[in-house]
């Protein structure tokens, strides 16, 4: 089974960084979407960056602030979080739309880690 492993949440201050990781399992065959999402409690779930072959996406609310990227040959990729608000407060869930070796494309999502921002 495919399972994406995320980390790097926590507590910091407003203006400050953090670097989320997430990690495909080796059954990937490949990754056609790689993305993180975030979502606050009671709220709907939204697309912070999503990388694909043909370019990257990245919500207005964190242009110039937060960076997507990957590493092929390890099924990894990050968001590096800078200038953080407290608006952006929010548990990040990464996310692959991927096949497997016997399995066609679909969603994979990550367990979620929290990221608090304090004023």
């Known amino acids: 089974q495919v399972q994406l492993v995320e980390s790097g949440g926590g507590l910091v201050q407003t203006g400050g960084s953090l670097r989320l990781s997430c990690a495909a399992s080796e059954n990937i065959r490949n990754i056609n979407v790689w993305a993180w999402y975030r979502q606050v409690p009671g709220n709907q779930r939204e697309v912070v960056a999503r990388?694909?072959?043909?370019?990257?996406y990245y919500r207005e609310a964190v242009k110039g602030r937060f960076r997507i990227s990957r590493d092929n040959e390890n099924k990894t990729w990050y968001l590096q979080m800078n200038s953080l608000k407290s608006e952006d407060t929010a548990v990040y869930l990464c996310y692959a739309y991927a096949a497997t070796w016997g399995e066609s494309l679909r969603a994979y999502w990550g367990q979620g880690t929290q990221v608090t921002v304090s004023s």
């Open positions: 990388m694909t072959d043909g370019g990257v």
